[in-house]
């Protein structure tokens, strides 16, 4: 079902002390005011084995890790330009990663004219010209935070946000993107153990100019690159730019090991993709060792019978998962939204429910497809494999997406008019729970409603539930959450640590439950190959 190989791993490094060990890590979490919550910090807690595992035998661990998707910039402009390269770095630190001036960048020079015109430099801004080039950009990054935070508040508050899609809107300019409260904390965990000799945990204000602390680095100490998107080529389309970031980056190790499963599917990366081939050989951390070893025995020999479920808004994103999954699964649990679908396409009332049907989606071959004709056509091939595909019998509905304390809960698997299906009702929910009980295997991708409100929390919380209970009492032999808002959901209602698995990416599960190749894997060194 899938060409997934295991790969050599951190253990299969030797010598490592006083080596340089390169290690990718996935440290995109959330940031507030310069403070990483507690529960917002198991990315970092991932990959502090794996850091062990090289600082307790006298190794240097350098770890490159990106943050949120800041428009950065080419190092081909600034290797040459100390003066701009430094401008743009202090930049970057001045406003703790947020890319105030960055955002402001990105305008058109009347606007940016326009929003200095209600700035503190208004009079300075009122002679300069609206062309590129005009000194606007660096009048704004001269002025403070606080003003222009303000300043871009009230920009965006002019809905001004269609008119410029191409500005990063997934936290306006408020996200913090730097790595520096990374860490801080990654300081904290490392040292948390008392009985443990000390780590020295050190920053490098730019990825991409760090020799000489490179070069100082004493064996059992840990340097933290600050984000690597804050050079462009490291998600570059071209991959000229790409290998010219990756050979930079090798110069600092002596070896490579990617622990960054939530960026291993995607193929344009100087760090996961372009490194390990510079530097001539590439492992796993612990933590996509356990990823690679969990697919691996998912998509291979899993005991029967094997159960999925499946859940989230949109069929045209889940569809080939679908399709795929026919030839391993026995049976099919689908919730979510994307029931709704399923259930018009069946002949059902769905009310106001969110729902695709009478849409179509261009694929990746550029094809139209009805998504109609999709489901349609998916629950015949289903029955043609003998795989039993099970769809809500109720539901739990209201009429806005919004928490209430009386819900409307169907008696069948119609939705009346004026309510939409928020979550999988009572009936269901039993149904559901015996299917995986039965079974030996389950792997579940996909919320069952909107969780995150209480009130639709009930279907998401009783799969995860069931499956921790099943794997804790030795019922299922293999029990995979597949990252994303499942993953989410299994931790919100403390179920997450009772399965043999919960994946750190949704997106990359994903890839692999498609039978995709994940290029960030597939670059590194099979099990079987000769040791470094």
């Known amino acids: 079902m899938s060409s997934l190989k295991n790969k050599k791993s951190v253990d299969d490094i030797w010598p490592v002390s006083r080596k340089r060990v390169l290690i990718r890590v996935d440290f995109n979490v959330e940031i507030n005011d310069g403070v990483i919550a507690k529960s917002r910090d198991q990315r970092i807690r991932a990959a502090i084995p794996t850091i062990r595992r090289i600082t307790d035998q006298g190794g240097i661990c350098i770890l490159m890790s990106h943050m949120g998707r800041p428009t950065g910039h080419k190092h081909s402009v600034l290797k040459n330009d100390d003066v701009k390269r430094r401008r743009y770095l202090n930049i970057w630190k001045d406003e703790k990663g947020a890319g105030y001036t960055v955002y402001y960048s990105l305008l058109s020079g009347e606007i940016k004219k326009k929003i200095l015109g209600w700035s503190s430099v208004a009079t300075s801004a009122a002679d300069l010209s609206e062309v590129e080039g005009a000194g606007k950009t660096d009048l704004f990054a001269s002025l403070s935070n606080a003003e222009k935070k303000s300043l871009l508040k009230r920009f965006q508050n002019g809905n001004h946000n269609t008119t410029y899609p191409h500005l990063r809107q997934y936290d306006g300019y408020n996200m913090e993107l730097t790595l520096m409260p990374v860490a801080a904390r990654l300081t904290e965990l490392l040292n948390a153990d008392t009985s443990r000799p000390p780590v020295d945990v050190l920053f490098a204000e730019d990825c991409m100019n760090a020799k000489e602390i490179v070069a100082s680095l004493l064996p059992g100490q840990v340097l933290l690159l600050e984000n690597l998107r804050f050079y462009s080529d490291e998600n570059s389309l071209i991959e000229s730019e790409r290998i010219i970031m990756a050979q930079q980056l090798a110069s600092y190790g002596d070896y490579f090991v990617c622990d960054a499963f939530g960026t291993s599917h995607r193929r344009n990366s100087a760090t996961t993709v372009e490194l390990p081939a510079i530097i001539g050989h590439g492992c796993c951390g612990y933590l996509l ?150 079974s030996k295997s389950v792997v579940w991708n996909g919320p069952m409603g909107v969780f995150e409100i209480p009130t639709y929390a009930t279907g998401s919380f009783s799969i995860a539930k069931e499956m921790g209970d099943g794997t804790q009492e030795g019922l299922l032999s293999s029990s995979i959450i597949g990252g994303g808002a499942s993953a989410d959901a299994a931790r919100m209602c403390g179920h997450a640590s009772r399965v043999c698995h919960v994946s750190t990416s949704g997106a990359a599960s994903l890839d692999l439950l498609e039978g995709k190749v994940l290029p960030g894997i597939d670059a590194l060194d099979d099990l079987n190959n000769i040791d470094f």
């Open 289 to 438: 060792k356990k990823e690679i070893e969990s697919y691996v025995d998912l998509l291979g020999d899993t005991p029967r019978p094997m159960l999925a479920v499946i859940g989230g808004a949109k069929v045209s994103d889940k569809i080939i998962l679908l399709e795929h999954i026919l030839r391993k699964i026995d049976t099919l649990l689908i919730g979510g939204a994307m029931a709704y679908t399923f259930l018009k396409v069946a002949g059902y009332e769905i009310g106001d429910s969110f729902n695709e049907s009478g849409q179509s989606f261009i694929d990746k071959y550029g094809e139209k497809r009805n998504i109609d004709e999709l489901a349609h056509n998916f629950l015949i091939k289903a029955k043609a494999c003998n795989v039993q595909v099970l769809l809500p019998l109720d539901h739990v509905c209201h009429t806005s997406c919004e928490a209430t304390d009386s819900p409307l809960i169907t008696e069948t698997s119609h939705i009346p008019s004026g309510y939409m299906g928020l979550d999988i009702g009572p009936r269901t929910i039993e149904l559901y729970r015996k299917f995986i009980s039965q």
